[in-house]
């Protein structure tokens, strides 16, 4: 799994140490989970510096569902590597939600760091 993973992070065009980050946090997700993000060809990770005009690349997949997509700031290398790990977690359980709540009515940012927390990546 590990090899797949350290596979199906050189797709993204982003930094190597936001790169190694990513690697770290997507092995240490529940199977089903990684398994859904792995498996999910519309998906798309990039990273951006705030004040340049972004574009976030998103693909539209055959099933018609809507491609998820994360951007990670670029600054974000250069925190520490809980904190990096954290956000990454976080922004992959939004996407894991489909930026929604776990449940009706559940605020999707408590819903997103609760499932960080519960992978191993809480709030430093
Ligand atoms: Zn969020």
Not at 15 to 27: G, I, M, P
Not at 38 to 56: H, I, K, S, W
Not at 87 to 100: D, F, G, K, T
Request: overall charge negative; hydrophobic content about 45%; proline content about 6%.
């Amino acid at each position: 799994m590990k090899t797949r993973i350290e596979q199906w992070v050189l797709a993204f065009d982003i930094h190597d140490t936001l790169r190694a980050h990513l690697a770290e946090v997507v092995l240490a997700l529940p199977d089903p989970i990684r398994d859904d993000l792995v498996n999910d060809e519309a998906f798309r990770l990039c990273e951006y510096e705030p004040g340049f005009t972004m574009t976030v690349p998103m693909c539209l997949g055959v099933s018609q569902r809507t491609g998820r997509a994360v951007a990670l700031r670029r600054s974000l290398r250069h925190r520490h590597a809980d904190f990096i790990r954290y956000v990454i977690a976080h922004e992959l359980a939004h996407v894991h939600l489909r930026n929604e709540g776990r449940h009706p009515g559940e605020d999707p940012e408590f819903a997103a760091d609760a499932l960080a927390a519960l992978w191993g990546f809480p709030r430093p």
